[in-house]
Every structure is written in structure tokens, then in C-alpha cells.
């Protein structure tokens, strides 16, 4: 008997296996002296000991602690994260839980060695192997990753517990191609994401894949903000969903693809743009709310002071020209755009407006979405309605020379044109024209004005206090100090409480510059087009720029001298 492997000799010492019951086994025990698999497989199959008894055996040969059952370990998300369920249970281990060096996982065969490797590397820690029998080991992988897939209902519980979701709808949804098994909880997920964005007024939902869990971020008043993780293998499910309500190829996970989709929460429309692009750790998912408001904003409700706001409107009143709003992406300009048509009386006056992509669908306008792929650029699309006898034109943007030279003609043939550009200042969008190929007298002549604007975040009403600023500050916003303490002035910012998620910030307000284009600065541009020149010009006209603006909101505690300082750093 001694020439069998130690385990069948602790089998006949410690567990009552008699020699005679090996016999029959005498060859098959032989062969498999150094194979503990193939020994237990002939053991159990001739009924000579239990599957219970040989494990521990193996443990006690190979001086490993044995357990019958792991009913009491707690499921540790980072493991299910990591190990994909069929690796597991096709090796039948799982980790236990980690210490600061060690990782103790549950096993059944001691000889496994690169599952336990890969665990070492991944987790950088030496592995204790703790021995059990097969059913255990496995009861323990289907209850782990049970648990885990019941954290997908638990992660809509961590956005809002107290909400419901049954009552945001997809508008013409598409038929849903997801397993039924998942469908609910998913859908509940994702339906939950949406209807806390929109609670929070968030502009953007961004979903990012991480090595072990998926990160959610809203972007609230400009600024994104983490609200919740869930489990990484919860990803491609949520990723799937989200592609299916905007009418997306599943498949198809290693090219950038952008759809749209259409919702209805609490009875409100938002249409959500989605794009997805792939990273080394899934596809990442940007969603753009865009909320669809019945009526339009006016314009004395952007936060335009007076001395911005009556010269603005003059312009919009104008029967022809160009009026242009820039400022980067994000910093409301299309909501400009469209307070400024609501001056205007659609009724009287034919109003069309060439988008990319039509951000508010409304009744009285024409609205024009412009599609690349098939040639209706803004440029094409200009020329189109200039022939639909229009009184007024909204181009979302002027991308390029054509469409910025069509854009010219019609204003100097009596039309009112409204558009934007991407520069820093108004005085830089002169810049930019001319840059792109445009006649300095065709600027002059054909623009009214320019109004450039960023949003700012708003003190909190709820926690806003006053403080006595240290006069670098005062410096750096071009404050004198004297007049400043004189006077008693001071300034204001938010503590930070849960109405505003301790950011001490809640909502968002513009800050303007206007360039208006008189005499003066029509002489200028057709003398030089340098920024720097044109902006000297406009300040001794009185031009109220971006960064002093700014500083009267402050005044007005408003907003707070940091986000001033930041936003008009250039």
C-alpha cells in the first residue's frame, strides 16, 4: 500500500478505508500516484470513500485548512468583477477575501495553477488555498454572482429610492432585442439614470467603463459630477440597452457610432443624443439631454444685464444684418439664438432656421436639420432657403467660408441673419471672418453686432455667505481696493448643503460681451482686422467685456470671484 500515493494511506488511517476495499483498485491506484484527479475520479467511481472524506485528505496531505461550506462568506463585488463565472466554474475556485497580503481562495484541487496564478498577479498578493468539495465550492460562485447580478436593482436604488421610473417612455421605440431575463432590471436601470439626470437638470450623462466597475457622471451646471457605480459585467447589458433605444447596432462594438433617442419623463420631452466610441475597457457612452421646452426663453430671463440687453434687442428689432453670438461649445448659444427669435413675431415675418441637430422643435418656425451624408450641409442648405422667400435665418453655425460668405450675401440683400462661431471674444469673431476669407468691407457692412457669452455657475441661495475678499483678488478682477472697502462692498459664495450636493453652486448664468458694430469699429476693421485693435476700439466706445460683466455679478452675488477668474482666464 505504501507504494500508492500518501492520500489513499491518510484515507486508510484517518477515515476507516480498509485495505481489503482497495484491492479491486490495485492497478488504477498504481498509475495515479502523482495524479490526485485521477485517483479521487477511480475512488469515487468504485465507492471506496466520499467525495467529502478524500478532500480532506488532500487537505491534510497537502496541509491546507478544509471546509465543508461557505454559507457565511460575504460576496465581495471586486471578485465577481474580476473572474468571469464560466472561468470560474469551469476550474471550480473562487476567492474568499484579502488581507493585506494574502488572498484566500476556496478550491478543490490543490494541483490548479493558473487561475491561482493569474489571482496573484492581478491582485499582487500571496494566495492560501483553502480545500473543499465540489457542490460547496460552486453553491459558493452561483451565490456570488447571484448577489451580483441582484446589485444591477441595486444600483437604481443608489440613484433615488424614494422615484419612480415606470412613467419615463420611449417615444417610437424600437422592439427590444435584449434577453428577456435581463430586460426588466436593466430597463429599470437605465431608466432610473435618465430620470435623475433630468431631476438634476444635467446636461450630459457620460457612462465609463473602468477595469472593475462601471463609473456614472452627470454633468451639472457645467461640471461633471460622479452619482453612482455599478457592477462592470452589468456594463455591456446597460451599453446594449441604451444602444437599442437609440437605434443602434449592438453588434457592432469596435467603431464610434451616434443615434438618438426620444423620451418622456414626467409628462416632459427630452431628446437624448447618444454617442458611444470603444475603449480598451468597453464602450464608453455619452448621452446629451436635451430637454424640449414648449415655449422659448425670452431674453431678459438669460441673466443679460441692462446696459447689454437694450442694445441687443435693438439689433434683433434690425429688418437686416448679421447678428453672430460666439463662446465654446456648451456656453448656451443656442438658447440665445433662440430667445432672440422669440422677439420677433413669427406670425408676420417667415422664420427658418438650418441646425445641426434641431435642439427645440417648435411651431411657427421652419426648421431645417442639416445631414452631411447626403449633401444638405449648411452651406446647401442656405442656399435652398433663400429661394423659400424668408424674412429671418437662423444658421446654427458658420463652419466654413461658403456658408459664411452666403450668410453675408443674404444680409446685404435685406435679410436678418442670426448665426454663431467658435472664438474666445466678440472682437475675435471679426478675427476669425476675415481669417477664413471674408472682405474686411464685407464685414463691416454686414454685421451688426457680436455677442460673446460664457456660463458661469450660480451661488446657492440656500448656503450663499458673504466674505471680505483678500485684495489680490480685488486686484486680479481689476477692483480698486480703496473704493471696494470704502464703499463696504463684499463678496459671496456658498458653504456648500445638500440642495446643491455641498458644491455651493446651483444653476448657471451668463456672462455677455457685445460689440456693436458703429462707425468706429467699421472704420477699424477695414484699417486693421487684429483682435487686439478692434477690442481697444470697442473699449472706448464702452464696451463692457466679458471679465467686467462678470465682475458685476459678482457684486451682485451672483456668482463667486473663482468662477469669474476662471471662465475669462484667457
Known amino acids: 500500500m505504501y507504494t500508492y500515493h500518501p492520500v489513499v494511506e491518510i484515507l486508510v488511517k484517518s477515515f476507516g478505508t480498509t485495505p481489503q476495499s482497495l484491492e479491486p483498485l490495485h492497478e488504477q491506484l498504481l498509475a495515479y500516484r502523482e495524479n490526485t484527479q485521477g485517483l479521487k475520479e477511480a475512488m469515487l467511481k468504485h465507492k471506496v470513500t466520499d467525495e467529502s472524506e478524500f478532500q480532506q485528505a488532500l487537505a491534510a496531505y497537502y496541509e491546507l485548512e478544509y471546509r465543508d461550506n461557505f454559507n457565511d462568506v460575504p460576496v465581495v463585488r471586486e471578485f465577481t468583477e474580476f473572474i468571469p463565472i464560466r472561468y470560474a466554474k469551469k476550474n471550480i475556485f473562487f476567492p474568499l477575501k484579502k488581507t493585506r497580503n494574502t488572498l484566500e481562495v476556496a478550491i478543490t484541487n490543490p494541483e490548479l495553477s493558473q487561475p491561482l496564478d493569474d489571482l496573484a498577479r492581478h491582485f499582487k498578493c500571496h494566495i492560501q488555498s483553502v480545500i473543499s468539495h ?4 460552486l453553491d459558493l460562485i452561483n451565490r456570488a454572482y447571484d448577489e451580483s447580478s441582484a446589485s444591477t436593482e441595486d444600483a437604481v436604488d443608489l440613484l433615488d429610492s424614494e422615484e419612480t421610473y415606470e412613467n419615463i417612455l420611449a417615444v417610437e421605440e424600437p422592439e427590444d432585442l435584449l ?6 432590471p436593466i430597463k429599470r436601470l437605465v431608466n ?9 437638470e444635467a446636461s450630459d450623462v457620460h457612462i465609463d467603463p473602468t477595469p472593475r466597475e462601471t463609473i456614472v457622471r452627470y454633468r451639472i451646471d457645467g461640471v461633471l459630477q460622479q452619482v453612482t457605480v455599478f457592477p462592470r459585467q452589468v456594463h455591456v447589458t446597460v451599453v446594449n440597452r441604451i444602444k437599442v433605444m437609440s437605434r443602434l447596432d449592438i453588434a457592432q462594438k469596435g467603431l464610434p457610432q451616434d443615434g438618438r433617442s426620444m423620451v418622456l419623463i414626467a409628462g416632459r420631452k427630452i431628446d437624448i443624443r447618444v454617442s458611444t466610441v470603444p475603449t480598451v475597457h468597453g464602450e464608453k457612452i455619452v448621452m446629451r439631454l436635451l430637454f424640449q421646452e414648449e415655449k422659448l426663453m425670452q431674453l431678459r430671463h438669460l441673466g443679460l444685464a441692462k446696459y447689454i440687453l437694450q442694445p441687443y434687442q435693438n439689433m434683433v428689432n434690425s429688418s437686416g444684418g448679421i447678428i453672430l453670438v460666439t463662446g465654446p461649445t456648451g456656453s448656451g448659444k443656442t438658447t440665445t439664438l433662440y430667445a432672440s427669435l422669440a422677439e420677433i413675431d413669427n406670425e408676420a415675418r417667415n422664420i427658418i432656421t438650418i441646425e445641426d441637430p434641431v435642439e ?3 411651431s411657427g418656425y421652419s426648421q431645417i436639420e442639416v445631414k452631411p451624408k447626403v449633401g444638405l450641409t449648411f452651406a446647401n442648405a442656405l442656399r435652398s432657403v433663400l429661394r423659400q422667400d424668408p424674412d429671418v435665418i437662423m444658421v446654427g453655425e458658420m463652419r466654413d467660408t461658403e456658408t459664411a460668405q452666403i450668410a453675408i450675401q443674404s444680409a446685404l440683400t435685406g435679410h436678418l441673419v442670426f448665426s454663431t462661431v467658435h472664438t474666445n471674444s466678440a472682437p475675435a469673431t471679426i478675427t476669425r471672418l476675415i481669417d477664413m476669407g471674408i ?7 454686414s454685421i451688426i453686432g457680436v455677442l460673446a457669452q460664457r456660463l458661469v455657475r450660480r451661488i446657492c441661495p440656500d448656503c450663499r455667505k ?11 478682477l481689476g477692483i480698486k481696493e480703496v473704493s471696494f472697502r470704502k464703499l463696504d462692498r463684499r463678496f459671496f459664495r456658498g458653504d456648500g448643503c445638500d440642495n446643491c450636493r455641498q458644491t455651493g453652486y446651483r444653476g448657471r448664468i451668463g456672462i455677455h460681451e457685445l460689440l456693436v458694430m458703429s462707425e468706429g469699429v467699421k472704420n477699424t476693421i477695414l484699417e486693421s482686422s487684429d483682435s487686439d485693435t478692434i477690442r481697444k476700439q470697442g473699449l472706448k466706445e464702452k464696451m463692457i467685456t466679458l471679465r ?6 459678482i457684486l451682485h452675488g451672483l456668482t463667486t470671484a473663482e468662477e469669474i477668474l476662471t471662465i475669462t482666464s484667457e
Open 439 to 445: 472682405e474686411p468691407f464685407l464685414v463691416s457692412s
Open 179 to 184: 434577453d428577456a431575463t435581463d430586460e426588466e
Open 548 to 553: 467686467r460683466d462678470g465682475v458685476n455679478k
Open 192 to 200: 432610473s439614470l435618465l430620470w435623475q439626470a433630468a431631476k438634476e
Open 134 to 137: 465540489k457542490q460547496a465550492v
Open 360 to 362: 427645440y422643435k417648435l
Open 466 to 476: 458673504s466674505y471680505q475678499p483678500h485684495p489680490e483678488q480685488l486686484r486680479e
